[in-house]
Nanobody, 125 residues
Framework: QVQLVESGGGSVQAGGSLRLSCEVSRYISSNYYTAWFRQAPGKEREGVASFLSDGSISYADAVKGRFTFSKDNAKKTLYLQMNSLKPEDTAMYYC???????????????????WGQGTQVTVSS
C-alpha cells in the first residue's frame, strides 16, 4: 500500500509560478510509475506529466516548456514546478503511482492505482 499527500497549491496570477509536492509513504523504486494529473470542474481528469519506464518524462502538450516533473528519492517526494501559469491551468492537481508493469501508464489515469487527495491550483487573469 502506498499513501500520497500533495501540497503546494494556491492562488496565483497569470504568469506566476507554483511548486507542488507529493510526499510518498514509501521509497519509490524504479519499479513504480509516477505521474501528475489534473481535473478542472466539469472536465475529465487529464495527464500532466509522467515518468516513463526508461526514466524519461512525458508531458502533456498543454504544459510542455512550462512545467517540470522531478523527484527526490531520498526525501520520497515528487515535485511539479509550474511556471508561466495560465488561467486554463486552474484545476485540482493529483499525484499518482502504480507498480503494475504490464500497463502502459504514461498519461492514462486508469493505469494508476494509488492517488493523493489533490491540491487546488487557481490562476487568475
Amino acid at each position: 500500500q502506498v499513501q500520497l499527500v500533495e501540497s503546494g497549491g494556491g492562488s496565483v496570477q497569470a504568469g506566476g509560478s507554483l511548486r507542488l509536492s507529493c510526499e510518498v509513504s514509501r521509497y519509490i523504486s524504479s519499479n513504480y510509475y509516477t505521474a501528475w494529473f489534473r481535473q478542472a470542474p466539469g472536465k475529465e481528469r487529464e495527464g500532466v506529466a509522467s515518468f516513463l519506464s526508461d526514466g524519461s518524462i512525458s508531458y502533456a502538450d498543454a504544459v510542455k516548456g512550462r512545467f517540470t516533473f522531478s523527484k527526490d528519492n531520498a526525501k520520497k517526494t515528487l515535485y511539479l514546478q509550474m511556471n508561466s501559469l495560465k488561467p486554463e491551468d486552474t484545476a485540482m492537481y493529483y499525484c499518482a503511482a502504480d507498480r503494475r508493469p504490464w500497463l502502459r501508464h504514461g498519461l492514462v489515469p486508469g493505469d494508476y492505482d494509488y492517488w493523493g487527495q489533490g491540491t487546488q491550483v487557481t490562476v487568475s487573469s
